[in-house]
């Protein structure tokens, strides 16, 4: 599958942000601040997760008919307000 760069540079920065996970435990943070940088990744992979949906699902379409990548976009947004 042919990504985007968007998706790319938000994977790269859930990386950086599981690294700083890993070195609050090391440094024994507080639970606290380890949930609230576990949220902020769950909340990253599930964007991720929706951006590389709709862009296979954008990419399937047009492939097998000439469709407008934003009317195709517009509709997705529409379902799962993105």
Do not use: F, P
Not at 49 to 77: M, P, R, Y
């Amino acid at each position: 599958m042919k990504c985007d760069k968007t998706i790319m540079n938000r994977i790269k920065r859930i990386q950086g942000q599981l690294q700083g996970i890993l070195n609050m435990m090391e440094e024994e943070k507080s639970c606290k601040d380890l949930t609230i940088q576990l949220k902020a990744v769950k909340s990253g992979v599930e964007k991720v997760l929706s951006l590389v949906t709709t862009n296979n699902l954008i990419q399937q379409i047009e492939k097998k008919h000439q469709v407008k990548i934003e009317d195709i976009d517009e509709a997705i947004n529409l379902v799962i307000n993105v």
